[in-house]
């Protein structure tokens, strides 16, 4: 038997925060960080809680890759106001630090008795599709962990494109390729579907086709929706489908060094495809058969899966480019003679992440350090 679980209800389209209006509740905690009241988006939130007479508190001093520290200051907060609804409102990291301090909170303080409060999700970066996964990542001291359980689902997402107009050409690539990342892990992943395969497929389709127009220009409101959308699909495509070992390589990356994580994921993702489809031996995993069959959806050469996933690797670094993103580890600010002296820790807690197990490939501890090799120099060379 197998499963596919479709929660949150899903608001979307501009003005699709408009959905608050419906909302009841006693007391609202928005969660949010310093960019989003900057950006004036937090309070294009409590503007509508004002109006409807809502009482509302804010705690806006999330970090990006939330720790256990913030969690524990989140559960504080959360403890002592007792809210009924708690809004989400920024990015994956400020997503998911609301989903810990949720599920931590019903896990350590079960004689307090309380209602779990109604939980929305507002992404304001089209990458992680936290909004719609079982999953949240918090960082423990150099490692992150990744938390999975569908107790963690929001109830509602709210996609409005207007709320990433802000968001800046960088962090745009990054978390664009996070999105692509999702697609492509899902798609070859042992516990994909003919379900999270339709996601995937469209995901890639519109990664391709909006990407860049969204980096060349923030203010693309049509772009900005697709890859949205997009970023939400690939969402609902990986929280039923797993990840594979991008991912897990990536969390380690950005638990030890800060690499953003939708960087890390683009720094990484190529080789991993690379050796996912064995391209150096016959190419004719039924991974590089799948990696074809998005090519042939690209409309790029793939007569064969070797044509197919050359074709795909190609698309991928050409986006890269196009967004002047770093081709390897080495150009982005990583120290080489640390990088060689955390290597085998990086290795290690990429062999138990989560991710793993899914990987269309069984990865022994040699692969993966071959695999950071060679995103070390961004070149795709042979590995075994
Ligand atoms: P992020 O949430 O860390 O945000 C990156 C930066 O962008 C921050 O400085 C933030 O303030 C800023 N920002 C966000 N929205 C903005 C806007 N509209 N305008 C201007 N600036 C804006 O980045 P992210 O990539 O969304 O999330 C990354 C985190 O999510 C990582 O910790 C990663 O491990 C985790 N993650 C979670 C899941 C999941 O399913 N839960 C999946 C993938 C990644």
Avoid at 204 to 222: A, K
Avoid at 325 to 352: C, K, S, Y
């Amino acid at each position: 038997m197998s499963e596919f679980l479709l929660k949150p209800r899903i608001c979307f389209g501009q003005d699709a925060l408009s959905v608050l209006d419906e909302l009841t509740a006693c007391h609202v905690l928005l969660v949010t960080d310093q960019a989003m009241v900057k950006f004036g988006l937090a309070e294009r939130v409590t503007q509508r809680l004002c109006a409807r007479g809502i009482d509302w508190q804010v705690w806006d001093d999330v970090v990006a890759d939330p720790d256990i520290a913030t969690v524990v200051r989140g559960m504080k907060l959360m403890d002592s106001c007792y809210p009924d609804l708690v809004i989400a409102l920024g990015g994956g990291s400020v997503i998911d630090a609301a989903k810990a301090v949720i599920f931590a909170l019903a896990q350590t303080r079960p004689e307090a008795g309380r209602e779990r409060p109604c939980f929305v999700a507002i992404p304001t970066t089209s990458g992680t599709g936290s909004e719609v996964t079982s999953f949240s990542v918090v960082k423990a001291h150099a490692e992150k962990l990744v938390l999975v359980d569908s107790s963690l689902l929001p109830d509602i997402a709210i996609l409005d494109p207007s709320l990433v107009a802000s968001v800046p050409p960088a962090i745009t690539a990054d978390t664009g390729m996070d999105v692509l990342c999702h697609a492509l892990e899902a798609y070859v992943s042992l516990a994909a579907s003919d379900f999270s395969d339709a996601l995937a497929e469209k995901v890639v389709q519109q990664v391709f086709s909006y990407l860049p127009s969204c980096w060349r220009n923030g203010q693309d409101l049509q772009a900005r929706e697709k890859m949205h959308n997009a970023s939400c699909m690939a969402g609902m495509a990986f929280t039923n489908a797993s990840l594979g070992i991008t991912h897990s390589l990536a969390h380690a990356l950005g638990g030890v060094f800060r690499v953003p994580h939708g960087r890390a994921n683009a720094l990484l993702m190529a080789h991993v495809v690379a050796w996912n489809a064995d391209y150096h031996g016959q190419c004719d995993t039924l991974a590089a058969r799948k990696y074809a069959r998005l090519a042939h959806l690209l409309d790029l050469p793939a007569s064969t899966p070797r044509e197919g996933v050359t074709s795909l690797l190609v698309a991928i670094q050409t986006l890269k480019d196009e967004m002047n993103m770093p081709r390897g580890i080495n150009d982005t600010g990583v120290n080489a003679a640390d990088f060689d002296q955390r290597l085998a820790e990086m290795v290690a807690q990429a062999l138990r992440d989560s991710c793993t197990p899914t990987n269309p490939r069984e990865p022994d501890a040699r692969a993966l350090t071959e695999l950071y090799r060679q995103a070390w120099s961004g070149n795709i060379a042979q590995c075994h």
